[in-house]
């Protein structure tokens, strides 16, 4: 089998796995109830809560929320790679797609692919409410989009560490205690949703490395002046980054699996 062949018919193993974990979501409203409701409930909660006592009002807040609770869901939404995985490691699914002639990326790709309906939907619904409480993007639809899609594709991203997660943690608890901790670290030492000129100084400078801090200041752009800047090409960067190193182990984590 050459090349050419052999990449085609593992991209067709790929998509026959991504469309069975859309299938899976789509059958377990376990595993798809969280992207719904999670970022309608911190939305409302974050603003009612800080809009005041942050801007002055909830109007005021929004626009500096949105980014931050866009980023933070599409990170909750993605931490549910890692569990997904182990529950197919636990019910022996994986040791079945071991025996099969398929490459050993095929199961993990099908399923963080598969995983990006996961991602829109809890980036979508997060917009959706923030918008019901009266933000208006002042930007064209867009620029809107694309505001998304660099959330969504570091979300992907980051999919990756918690696929990692997946693999190597041994039960359910231990990967929803790790999922929460990566997320809390990202999104709370960042931007997302104080001004960084309000924190101690040593923690603007953990805050000023944060990958999510730039793509927090890249979104606000996006959304508010329409302009893609040098935060989002190193939110890009950081992705890419992220990938090349957590999908090599993911990869190998996943071929140590019995």
Known sequence: MNIETSNTHNLKNIMTM??????KTLHNPDNFG?????PVI???LFGFLFGGAIAGSVQAYLPILVPGILIQSILNAASGSGQQLREDINNGVFARFKTLPIAPIVPLAGQLIGDIFRLLVAGSMALITAFLMGWR??????MVAAALGLALFIGWATSWIFALVGL????AEMIGSLSMMIILVLTFLSNAFVPTKTLPRFIQTIVNLNPVSYTVTAIRSLLLTGTWNLH???ALLC???IISIFMPLSLMAYQKQN
Request: aromatic fraction near 4%; glycine fraction near 4%.
């Open 18 to 23: 991504t469309h069975r974990n859309l299938l």
């Open 34 to 38: 969280d992207v719904i409701m999670e």
């Open 42 to 44: 911190f939305t409302l």
């Open 137 to 142: 993007p002042v930007v064209d639809l867009p």
């Open 168 to 171: 190597v943690a041994k039960n």
């Open 232 to 234: 989002a090409t190193v």
């Open 239 to 241: 992705g890419l980054l």
